[in-house]
């Protein structure tokens, strides 16, 4: 064996040398394949009412939030337990040399929100230093798909993005409520970093903001709110979540499985799901879809990744 060979076979092993067996995993168990990966919480399967009721005040059947459909997931998988993270998205471009397009939505406190050709991932604006251990932010959804390719890639594991019935059905945890809290925007600051009182008094938004006070002004590092009941963290507010799906006005015809709902000819829109700390409350619940270009950037446009389980669950 060359010596060649030799060093790429040592570096390959060590970049799964952190993965576990998925034999014997349940639910809530943590997963993390590799030293810079995600780490992981399994969900268990389960049956659910995917959107919201036509009597609820807050319903918006133009985006898609109905009829309410019974999903049925019998099966396990793996879901971030955090947002992925600037940090390690910057493992994934230094490792890869991918490059982020510049040019992405911005709020500027002199002209509202605009495109702004000089923005990108590491330069925000909002936050105006961003960390490591912040939610990756302007990034598209081909940006996502990149990295979870490379997760796939360097693991053996089926790294993706989540489908829009798996996230919804993670992000309600069981409950039947418009957020995993219940039903009340002014709730949100023990549970997740919305658009409130703290960045009223930063950002003169037009909208009205959660009547409660998070301790941020705009994004938060991941994890400073408490989780849902499957130990998920920010499944609300920080950045929005791209999802597999194409976007649709209703959820008749949609596949009753879990499984993503994609067209064959393709799609022009994805949906992003959880809303964002800037976003209206109105827009920050379980069942609300984004509904954006798979190109498109914004400083509150994230991801959370997902992964197959190996053994069946």
């Known amino acids: 064996m060359s010596r060649l060979f030799l060093l790429i076979a040592m570096l390959a092993a060590s970049s799964v040398a952190h993965a576990q067996s998925d034999d014997g995993l349940g ?11 995600p780490e992981l919480v399994v969900i268990p399967g389960g049956s659910f009412m995917m959107g919201t009721p036509v009597s609820d005040r807050e319903v918006d059947l133009s985006r898609g939030e109905g009829p309410q459909v019974r999903i049925t997931i019998d099966y396990m998988f793996a879901a971030g337990r955090f947002e992925a993270t600037h940090g390690q998205f910057q ?32 330069d925000r604006r909002q936050p105006r230093r961003v960390k490591d251990e912040h939610p990756v932010g302007c990034v598209s959804w081909n940006d996502a798909k990149a990295y979870v390719g490379w997760l796939a890639q360097i693991t053996g594991k089926r790294y993706r993005l989540l489908t829009e019935a798996e996230w919804e059905y993670a992000a309600r945890a069981g409950t039947t409520t418009s957020r995993f809290w219940g039903n009340s925007p002014g709730a949100a600051c023990h549970w997740a970093n919305t658009f409130d009182l703290d960045a009223a008094e930063e950002y003169p938004f037009p909208w009205f903001p959660a009547t409660c006070r998070d301790g941020y002004a705009d994004l ?17 507010g920080n950045v929005w979540e791209w999802t597999e799906d194409c976007w649709a006005a209703t959820h008749i015809g949609r596949p009753r499985d879990g499984s993503a709902w994609k067209w064959d000819i393709g799609c022009d829109r994805h949906t992003t799901r959880g809303g964002g700390w800037l976003s209206a409350p109105e827009r920050n619940r379980i069942a609300w879809p984004g509904r954006d270009p798979v190109e498109k950037r914004n400083t509150q446009f994230g991801f959370r990744v997902a992964r197959d389980l190996d053994s069946g669950g």
Do not use: S
Not at 27 to 37: L, T, V
């Open 220 to 236: 938060a590092p991941v994890g400073q709110f408490e989780p849902n009941a499957f130990g998920l963290y920010d499944m609300i």
């Open 91 to 122: 493992t994934f471009v230094n490792a890869t040399g991918h490059v982020v397009k510049d040019e992405c939505r911005v709020w500027d406190e002199t002209i509202g929100f605009n495109d702004d050709p000089t923005a990108n991932w590491q």
């Open 27 to 37: 639910a809530g168990d943590i997963i993390k394949d590799c030293e810079d990966c």
